[in-house]
C-alpha cells in the first residue's frame, strides 16, 4: 500500500504560479509512474501529466509549456510546478501512483487532493 499527500494548493491570481508536491509512503517509489490529474467543479477528473519511471514524460494537450512535471526518487516526491495560471485551472489536483506487475496487474494509489483556486 502506498500513501501519497500532496500539498502546495492555494490561492493565487491569474498569471501566476505553484508548485504542488506529492511524498509517497514507500520506499519503492522509484518503480512507479507518477500521475497528476484534476478535476473541477461538475467536471470529470481529468489527466493532467505523467512521468515514467524512466523519467520519459508526457502531457495532455494544452498543458505542455505551462506545467511542468517531474520527480526526486530520493526525497520520494513528485512535483507539478504550475505557471502562467487562468481561473480555468480552478480545480482538485490529484496525484497518481501507478505500476504494472509482469503479471499485467495494475496497482493505482491517489492522495486526497490539494485544491487550487485562480482568481483575482
Known amino acids: 500500500q502506498v500513501q501519497l499527500v500532496e500539498s502546495g494548493g492555494g490561492l493565487v491570481q491569474p498569471g501566476g504560479s505553484l508548485r504542488l508536491s506529492c511524498v509517497a509512503s514507500?520506499?519503492?517509489?522509484?518503480?512507479?509512474?507518477m500521475e497528476w490529474y484534476r478535476q473541477a467543479p461538475g467536471n470529470e477528473r481529468e489527466w493532467v501529466a505523467s512521468?515514467?519511471?524512466?523519467?520519459?514524460?508526457k502531457y495532455e494537450d494544452g498543458f505542455e509549456g505551462r506545467f511542468t512535471i517531474s520527480r526526486d526518487n530520493v526525497k520520494n516526491t513528485a512535483y507539478l510546478q504550475m505557471n502562467n495560471l487562468k481561473p480555468e485551472d480552478t480545480a482538485v489536483y490529484y496525484c497518481?501512483?501507478?505500476?504494472?506487475?509482469?503479471?499485467?496487474?495494475?496497482?493505482?494509489?491517489w492522495g486526497q487532493g490539494t485544491q487550487v483556486t485562480v482568481s483575482s
Open positions: 497518481n501512483a501507478n505500476r504494472i506487475t509482469g503479471q499485467g496487474v495494475r496497482y493505482d494509489y
Open positions: 514507500t520506499d519503492t517509489f522509484s518503480i512507479y509512474q
Open positions: 512521468i515514467a519511471r524512466s523519467g520519459r514524460i
